[in-house]
Nanobody, 124 residues
Framework: QVQLVESGGGLVQAGDSLILNCTTS????????MGWFRQTPGKEREFVAA????????RYADSVKARFTISRYNAKNTVYLQMNSLKPEDTAVYYC?????????????????WGQGTQVTVSS
């Protein structure tokens, strides 16, 4: 079955950088659009970034544009989220998601497969 496993979260200070990894199995990775989302308690899960099957197209939420970079390495079935200049408001559980699609989707409802999430906490 399809499995997504996030790693790389942790506690950092404002202004620091962090890289999240999402390793997948059970799918033909290069056929899947990959996305990163985040959620804080009491709020809806929100879009962060997404990348096309071969990495040629990316989309970002306005709140992370120019600070976060999504990338993928198809040979390792892994997608990454490089997060720079972190802010306390970036604190959330970060989830990766996948969809067999040629379209880069930005809504949670479009993605059928999800990881368990990794906590990112940014202290001020």
């Amino acid at each position: 079955q399809v499995q997504l496993v996030e790693s790389g979260g942790g506690l950092v200070q404002a202004g620091d950088s962090l890289i999240l990894n999402c390793t997948t199995s059970g799918l033909t990775f290069s056929s899947y659009v990959m996305g990163w989302f985040r959620q804080t308690p009491g709020k809806e899960r929100e879009f962060v970034a997404a990348i096309s099957r071969y990495g040629g197209s990316t989309r970002y939420a306005d709140s992370v544009k120019a600070r976060f970079t999504i990338s993928r390495y198809n040979a390792k079935n892994t997608v990454y989220l490089q997060m720079n200049s972190l802010k306390p408001e970036d604190t959330a559980v970060y989830y990766c998601a996948s969809k067999n699609s040629a379209v880069v989707h930005t809504t949670t409802s479009e993605y059928p497969y999800w990881g368990q999430g990794t906590q990112v906490t940014v202290s001020s």
